[in-house]
């Protein structure tokens, strides 16, 4: 019988079994930023330990940076002592930084893939939940908690339980204006944000084949938010033509030897699973959050829905959703008025998402009133904007061109909403509070669908507002 690639990486990085039943797991991989790793280097420093393999360590500064004004000492005391705290801590222990200003700073799981530090087979860990991204390349990739950072500086190993793994396949070809962000969203509205617990996805069919990897990382970043701690694609010619050339993938003779490596961590055709669901491309439309999770969604043509119509343990959430969106059952949510536009987060903030949107974006305005902002991944991607002339693009249309970092996305900076505004989003959560007003709101959709949002001033079909033609 055949092995999935998720039992194949696991038990090739299986050090040991625990008698709790749990794997002690070495990790290939481990990225820092500067909010969970103080205080797990402060545990290193009580017990007298150092980083038992700095070289496989990589840091960032991403979640609390300024993306205006980047003047140090920041506004922010407490942002500037995480940002002073990491640059000691990696200049003691000998671990790479990608500092502001180096060229490759950027957002986490941006710069990782970015740099070719994500490879197909890895077992890779950071603290942040948004470390499944880093799937779209056959890696086994999550997010772990500060005393897990510990324990990978120290030992290089974590202690884990091992996950069922549901098969979810796309098929077909998707229709003109939409995305992988919709595609994610389509399936944790008919999953739930609980339905993958316990659950590694495996996402295939000829749809997720057909697409790049950033839209491949799109998928796979959002499956946290279904309640998948893990998100994964097979590695392909895909995987292997964007890794080549980066400055940290295999060169020479060892990029032959890595393919082949790589290729054997594929799922095998009779490989079993313990669940498999499938969906049909052309059934998904443009899709947007409604409520105060990322499985409150419809297609942008839909309506609100009746709380009779929903399963009877998902009527309470609904409720209290309706009441602090300010909508009503059966509203239709396109012409839904916004204040904010914002493009960027960990989702969709590289390179070909910037793209697409200039490509439609180019000789339209940013309606009167809406504060947009587009905020790319790394320094790497506003450098590539700049040179192709898609930051003009941005600039002119009405945008504000920042510098790459988490920024609204949860507002751990001066990047926030205010008071109730309503923000059209292309991150990944709509929870309450989640961009920086404890009344503001947000809703999720894919980079065009914002920008269609920020020239209409509400809600609106991309489609509409652009007259799309085709989608990549």
Request: overall charge neutral; glycine content about 10%.
């Amino acid at each position: 019988m055949g092995k999935t690639l998720y039992e194949k990486v696991w038990e090739a990085h299986e050090v040991r079994k625990l008698r709790n039943g749990q794997s002690q797991l070495f990790i290939d991989l481990h990225l820092l930023h500067e909010v969970t790793s103080p205080q797990a280097f402060g545990m290193l420093r009580d017990l007298g330990l150092k980083v038992r393999y700095p070289h496989r360590t990589f840091a960032t500064v991403d979640h609390i940076v300024p993306t205006h004004d980047r003047t140090e000492p920041f506004q922010d005391p407490l942002a500037q002592s995480m940002l002073d705290a990491l640059r000691q801590n990696t200049r003691e222990h000998g671990i790479t930084f990608f500092d502001l200003g180096s060229g490759n700073q950027g957002i986490v799981h941006v710069i990782g893939p970015q740099l070719g530090l994500t490879q197909p087979g890895m077992t890779i860990a950071c603290g942040d939940s948004h470390t499944s991204t880093h799937g779209a390349f056959g890696a086994v990739a999550f997010g772990i908690g500060t005393s897990q950072v510990r324990d990978v500086l120290a030992t290089q190993t974590i202690a884990a339980q091992k996950l069922k793994v549901r098969r979810i396949n796309v098929e077909g070809k998707l229709a003109p204006g939409v995305y992988a962000k919709d595609v994610i969203l389509h399936i944790i509205r008919h999953l739930g944000v609980k339905g993958g617990l316990g659950y590694a996805y495996e996402y295939g069919g000829s749809t997720v084949e057909a697409m790049d990897m950033e839209s491949r990382m799109t998928l796979c970043n959002m499956s946290i938010e279904g309640g998948a701690r893990i998100g994964y694609v097979n590695p392909d010619e895909t995987t292997f033509r964007y890794l080549e050339g980066r400055p940290y993938a295999p060169k020479g003779a060892e990029w032959e030897e890595a393919k082949r490596r790589w290729l054997s961590f594929r799922s095998d055709p009779d490989a079993p699973y313990d669940d498999v669901v499938t969906f049909r491309a052309e059934e998904i439309a443009p899709t947007v959050t409604w409520g105060i999770n990322p499985g409150q969604a419809i297609p942008i043509d839909g309506r609100i829905p009746f709380l009779e119509e929903l399963p009877e343990e998902e009527r309470p959430v609904a409720e209290e959703a309706l009441t602090y969106m300010g909508f009503r059952p059966g509203q239709p949510i396109k012409g839904v008025p916004i204040q904010v536009a914002f493009i960027g987060s960990c989702t969709n903030a590289r390179l070909s998402d910037l793209r697409e949107v200039a490509r439609y974006l180019k000789g339209h305005k940013v309606k009167k009133g809406v504060r947009a902002l587009v905020v790319p991944g790394s320094e790497w991607v506003a450098r590539r904007a700049e040179e192709e002339g898609i930051a003009e693009v941005f600039r002119e249309a009405g945008f504000e061109w920042r510098n790459p970092g988490c920024s609204m996305c949860l507002a751990m900076n001066p990047d926030r909403l205010e008071g109730d505004e309503l923000a059209a989003s292309s991150s990944n959560r709509n929870y309450k509070g989640r961009m920086g007003s404890p009344k503001g709101r947000t809703v999720l959709m894919s980079p065009l669908m914002v920008a269609a949002a920020a020239v209409a001033g509400e809600i609106a079909d991309a489609r509409e507002v652009f007259g799309v033609v085709g989608a990549r």
